[in-house]
């Protein structure tokens, strides 16, 4: 099995990416509900994120956490929302979505249309931001 996310891993796909190490991946959802919602995946293909080993799990919320905090430095937001859903593509992922209302991260909300000017400006701010 090869899901549309290992796909971008390997960047047979384009994304914007804004972290990666040897585990562990970020970019931007293209399809958004709000600017900076961010995508975070372990490299390897596992479909549910509780199936994940304790310490790759544990890294992924690490990897993930220095992501939240550069996005929360990029879009003016009062926190960042985390979910777990993982039904619509079958490899573990984590949405990081900032938050100005907890509505903000319902997921039946009508995603954004970014242009690609715009996805390309948030993506160098959040990667600004990561140290």
């Given at each position: 099995?090869?899901?549309?996310?290992?796909?971008?891993?390997?960047?047979?796909?384009?994304?914007?990416?804004?972290?990666?190490?040897?585990?562990?991946?970020?970019?931007?959802?293209?399809?958004?509900?709000?600017?900076?919602?961010?995508?975070?995946?372990?490299?390897?293909?596992?479909?549910?994120?509780?199936d994940l080993d304790d310490d790759l799990l544990?890294?992924?919320?690490?990897?993930?956490?220095?992501?939240?905090?550069?996005?929360e430095k990029t879009i003016e937001c009062k926190?960042?929302?985390?979910?777990?859903?993982?039904?619509?593509?079958?490899?573990?992922?984590?949405?990081?979505?900032?938050?100005?209302?907890?509505?903000?991260?319902?997921?039946?909300?009508?995603?954004?249309?970014?242009?690609?000017?715009?996805?390309?400006?948030?993506?160098?701010?959040?990667?600004?931001?990561?140290?």
């Amino acid at each position: 099995m090869s899901t549309i996310f290992s796909k971008i891993v390997r960047g047979e796909i384009p994304c914007y990416k804004l972290a990666e190490s040897d585990k562990y991946f970020a970019f931007l959802d293209i399809n958004p509900l709000a600017k900076g919602h961010t995508l975070v995946i372990p490299k390897q293909e596992t479909d549910y994120v509780f199936d994940l080993d304790d310490d790759l799990l544990a890294g992924l919320t690490t990897f993930a956490k220095k992501v939240a905090l550069a996005i929360e430095k990029t879009i003016e937001c009062k926190r960042i929302g985390v979910a777990v859903l993982g039904l619509e593509v079958p490899h573990a992922h984590i949405h990081l979505v900032p938050l100005q209302t907890e509505s903000d991260i319902s997921f039946s909300r009508p995603k954004l249309k970014l242009s690609q000017e715009e996805m390309e400006s948030i993506a160098a701010g959040i990667r600004n931001h990561l140290s």
